[in-house]
């Protein structure tokens, strides 16, 4: 359940970037996984810990992220919608074999002195990790949505959202906007990345993985809704544990992918998505 | 020009069965693998690229069509060929619990065993040609059409009074039929299944991108793709998986997969059609 | 370049018009040539660490006997690795060995998942090159081969493995439960199993369950309450409150390095007591980096795996080379059976009548009996009729003051086990 908080977090920057751009980040769950390793580094090279270290992980993603969209998807804005997917996944494939490379193939986990400690609230305990890896994605999830409907910035970024056209002829320079969203996107990531450090060992190749669950989580919330996906990983984070309680541990992975399907059955667009028109 | 491009791709094509008496077995693998691909891109393009209906769970029909193949032909008996033809009768007994197979292997022509690794190359070349076949008659058919215009306008197309429900699912029934078939392929020719790897999203991407990089939604978009991306992945092997920097033919391989995609943004059978239309 | 074969260079050549990119020139090598064998494992992907540890036990071995003067009987002749990556993807294991072969391998030596060694067995039969399986588990992979020679389908087997069977694992874990909790004097009546629901972890313990049936042992396993979760796992805390409901008295997990730093902390949050915790194969909790990582978490943890042979001072020094070789990393059963096989492979050219024939290769396969291996062996390396190495077993490793420690069967053990584990 308080897993929820960090799926969440990752699930609305990966939708804020197709909301805003409608691209497909596939290179999602790897940034994730660099977001993690950049933790562990500052924990174990600095000593910082990753509590604090999430808001330098936040910022370098934030640079990679802009620079992505700069330097890569803004060239082939015009091509075809399934080239953008090609382009992600090529990040994809060189981000995790970068962290391959410079980082080893072991699992590795950050130490983190709260990490290890739990408090017991009568007869259930609770993990401190985990209650403030939650608290802390949920306080973000709200300044982001405070950024996107309180300052300049945040609101040009929803009127090219909205209408990219419309957007231009007001004078927005909707290359920044885009690179700044996209920005944010990734730094959204990154910080989930290293709340969730010492939490979940993690290896390069986990960011496949880590990609598909954020699409899950996007879905069933509904496509470029912040507060779908929000309540999306709060979802899927109760209905795994759930799923795990009454049914075989290891069918719990299924739940999610049923909720999937049940979700687009009944509500195609996502709990919180509009339909298309 | 336009009729030069043709008869240059007549000949190469009219190459492709020499390449096993030219070349060694490596090529042969490699050729095998690229028509392979080429062949599971092009199942996918029906649904993906024509109708636009992004899949990404392609993997899961190329996962039952092993399954099954493997199946009946370890448990039962029964030959693949056979199997390869009924494909589509989803086994159901054959998914569960299956954790991964190992096919004996006999060399066996009967069983879809060959004994020389050239076997195969014919078989997939055939597939390839075959299924290549069958999306340009269907291009040109209504059937075509309509997936075509589903892609561009959806409600558009429903509004004319096209049942686009029903078309979807045809063009999808086709695709993973034409996948299972591969599926089947797949089993005979590696000897083994995994769950994880006949079902993963990994090789859902492989079929994938093959068919984008090509050109999605063109009769020779899929193999054009295959043909590109299969001798890239080689090239960055051969050259860079030496060594001890371990992953660094995939960082390569990526880069050439974003070089593509800025070189060519629209894909490689579009962006070559233009050129020689001029 | 130019010792690259001209097939290989024409294609090149002939596919890709711009793949002029230089390769790194490579030195003229002194005579004789060298026997070259090509090395397939998973250096990327999932499976990157263990693969990578074969890749490393392989060249270090290699390095060994060409240090040692090569073949001796054939003047001298090193040995050549050449290198292939499966990136974790079946169909890889058969395109990288028959690039390899095509650049000039006479062997096959690989490839740690059984799902692209498989593939590689259908390019050893075709091309009769000699296959020697350093790890795989799987039965089928050589039993498969044998029958069809068996029942005339195939003239020659050209697949060997020196590794412990699928079946062999749950067989002698069975046996170790046994036997250590005779000694301890105790039989519990809970045995708990978990397992992580990958292809590794389910064979495993479906080898296991089996073994547990036919053997009848006097402890009791909870054969209908077994724990899977799936892998890699995000959170293991639903599967240990239910692993605590059952009351275990011996816990019993397979795992993987990563759900191992998930299961292990969560078991002790949760406060589960038990006699201890005895796992039936759970690769990679031995080594520096987990115990590091899982510090008290680790202590008493015991588990069936292939072992080197630790008693033996080869295997120290050579452990010793590994670690520096390896940035600290631990001698162990994936790096152990590379290292072992190139060793056997080396073994039998010494003993070919000839090289440039496949089937002398084999003759002398069959005819192994290899007594210097590193690992914990019940005897001589040998190839039984499938082509199996019958005295490849594991061994009862228990970690000891962070330090992992061979404590079982006897005639192996560094240590006595400490069973149960001692009250915190």
Redesign the interface.
């Known amino acids: 359940m308080l897993f929820g908080g960090v799926f969440s977090l990752m699930a609305v920057g990966l939708t804020l970037i197709f909301g805003v751009m409608r691209v497909v980040n596939f290179a999602h769950g790897d940034m994730m996984v660099w977001g993690m390793y950049l933790a562990w580094l500052m924990a174990t090279r600095g000593g910082v810990d990753p509590y604090l270290g999430f808001v330098v992980c936040a910022a370098a993603l934030f640079v990679l992220g802009f620079v992505v969209q700069r330097v890569l998807v803004q060239r082939i804005v015009d091509a075809p919608h399934e080239m953008q997917i090609l382009l992600m996944l090529g990040v994809a494939l060189v981000l995790e074999n970068l962290a391959l490379l410079l980082f080893g193939p072991e699992p590795q986990r950050v130490r983190s002195a709260l990490a290890q400690s739990t408090v017991w609230l009568g007869p259930v305990f609770v993990d401190v990790a985990r209650l403030i890896a939650f608290a802390v994605a949920v306080l973000l999830t709200l300044l982001l949505s405070l950024f996107l409907y309180r300052t300049d910035v945040g609101r040009s970024i929803r009127a090219a959202a909205d209408n990219p056209y419309g957007a231009l002829v007001i004078g927005t320079d909707v290359r920044r906007v885009y690179a700044v969203a996209f920005g944010v996107g990734a730094a959204c990531v990154g910080a989930a990345g290293a709340l969730v450090a010492p939490l979940l060992p993690f290896q390069p190749p986990m960011g496949l993985q880590l990609s598909v669950a954020s699409f899950n989580i996007v879905i069933i919330g509904g496509m470029g809704s912040l507060l779908g996906a929000f309540v999306g990983g709060l979802i899927v984070a109760v209905a795994e544990s759930l799923g795990a309680v009454f049914l075989k541990p290891s069918l719990k992975e299924l739940v999610s992918f049923s909720l999937l399907v049940l979700i687009l059955l009944f509500r195609p667009a996502g709990i919180f998505g509009r339909r298309a028109s | 020009m336009r009729r030069v491009a043709i008869a240059a791709a007549v000949a190469l094509l009219a190459m492709l069965p020499l390449v096993p008496s030219v070349f060694g077995s490596y090529a042969v693998t490699l050729f095998t693998l690229i028509f392979f691909y080429g062949f599971l891109g092009q199942a996918w393009n029906i649904v993906g690229g024509y109708a636009g209906q992004l899949s990404a769970g392609h993997a899961a029909f190329l996962g039952i069509g092993a399954y099954t193949a493997a199946l009946l032909s370890v448990e039962r008996g029964v030959t693949p060929w056979l199997g390869m033809c009924r494909i589509i009768v989803s086994n159901t007994e054959a998914l569960g619990g299956a954790v991964g197979y190992y096919i004996t292997f006999t060399g066996d022509p009967r069983q879809f065993q060959f004994q020389d690794a050239r076997a195969y190359y014919y078989v997939a070349l055939v597939m390839m040609l075959a299924v290549t076949g069958i999306v340009a008659w269907l291009e040109r058919r209504r059937f075509g059409v309509y997936l075509s215009a589903i892609r561009e306008d959806e409600s558009a197309c429903e509004a004319l009074g096209v049942n686009t429900f029903r078309y979807k699912m045809l063009a999808m029934m086709l695709s993973s039929f034409l996948t299972g078939i591969g599926g089947a392929f797949y089993a005979f020719y590696l000897f083994s299944l995994q769950p994880a790897s006949v079902f993963g999203i990994p090789l859902s991407v492989e079929i994938i991108i093959r068919a984008i990089v090509g050109g999605a939604g063109t009769v020779l978009g899929p193999i054009l793709g295959s043909f590109i991306l299969s001798p890239l992945a080689e090239l960055a092997r051969y050259y860079f998986a030496q060594g001890g920097w371990h992953g660094a033919h995939l960082v390569v391989y990526g880069l050439l997969l974003i070089a593509v995609v800025l070189f060519l943004p629209e894909g490689a059978y579009p962006r070559l059609a233009r050129l020689f239309r001029r | 370049m130019t010792s690259s ?1 001209l ?2 260079r ?3 050549k002939a ?2 018009a711009g ?1 002029a ?1 230089a ?1 790194a020139p490579r030195p003229l090598r002194a005579q004789p040539k060298p026997f070259r064998i090509a090395a397939v494992h998973p ?4 499976l ?2 263990p ?2 540890a074969c ?1 490393l036990g392989a060249q270090l071995a290699v390095e060994a006997v060409n240090a040692g003067g090569g073949i001796k009987s054939k003047g001298g002749m090193p040995l050549e690795l050449l ?3 499966t ?5 890889n ?4 060995a ?2 390899l ?2 650049q000039g391998a006479q062997m096959l030596l690989g490839s740690f ?3 692209s ?3 590689m ?2 390019v050893a ?3 009769r090159v000699p296959f020697l399986i350093d790890i795989a588990a ?1 039965d ?2 050589t039993a ?2 044998a ?2 020679v068996k ?1 005339g ?2 003239k020659v087997q050209y697949v060997y493995r020196n590794f412990p069977t699928g079946s062999t694992f749950g067989r002698k874990a069975v046996q170790y439960f046994t036997e250590i909790f005779a000694e301890a004097k105790v039989t519990p009546k809970r045995v708990a199993l978990m397992h992580c ?3 590794f972890g ?2 495993q313990s ?1 080898g296991f369950l089996a073994a547990y049936k036919a053997a009848k042992p006097p402890w009791t396993l909870l054969e209908d309450d077994v ?4 892998e ?1 796992p ?2 293991l ?3 240990v ?2 692993l605590k409901a059952l009351k275990p008295d011996v816990i019993s997990p397979i795992t993987r ?3 191992a ?2 299961l292990l ?1 969560e078991i002790r ?2 406060r589960i007591e038990s006699l201890g915790i005895v796992g039936p194969g759970s690769p990679g909790l031995y ?1 520096a ?1 987990q115990i590091a ?1 899982l510090k008290e978490d680790l202590e008493y943890v015991m588990a069936s795996n292939p072992w080197p042979n630790f008693r033996s001072p080869k295997t120290q020094r050579l452990a010793e080379d590994y670690q520096k070789r390896s ?1 600290g ?1 631990l001698f162990d059963t994936n790096s152990g059976y590379s290292y072992d096989a190139v060793f056997v492979i080396a073994d039998v050219l010494e003993r070919a009548a000839k090289l440039d024939d496949p089937d002398a290769i084999v003759e002398a396969i069959q005819k192994t009996s290899y007594t210097a291996g590193l690992m914990q062996y019940g005897g001589p390396v040998h190839f039984n009729e499938i082509g199996d190495n019958p005295n490849a077993i594991p061994t009862m490793i228990q970690i000891l003051k962070a330090k992992p420690v061979a404590v079982w069967p006897k005639d192996a053990a560094l240590q006595k086990f400490v069973f149960p584990r001692p009250k915190a």
Do not use: H, Y
């Open positions: 074969p097939t290989r024409t294609f090149l596919t890709l793949g990119i390769g250096v990327t992907g999932p990157a660490e693969g990578q890749r290198l292939g990556d990136q974790s993807k079946p169909e294991g058969r395109i990288e028959e690039r072969v095509n998942d059984s799902g060694t498989a593939a067995v259908s039969q075709q091309k799987a089928p992979i498969n081969v029958r069809s029942e389908q195939q629901n990958d292809l389910v064979n479906r724990i899977p979760w799936p890699p995000s959170d805390s639903t599967e409150a239910r390095p990563a759900s730093l998930l902390p949050k949760q080594e980096g990582a940035g990393r």
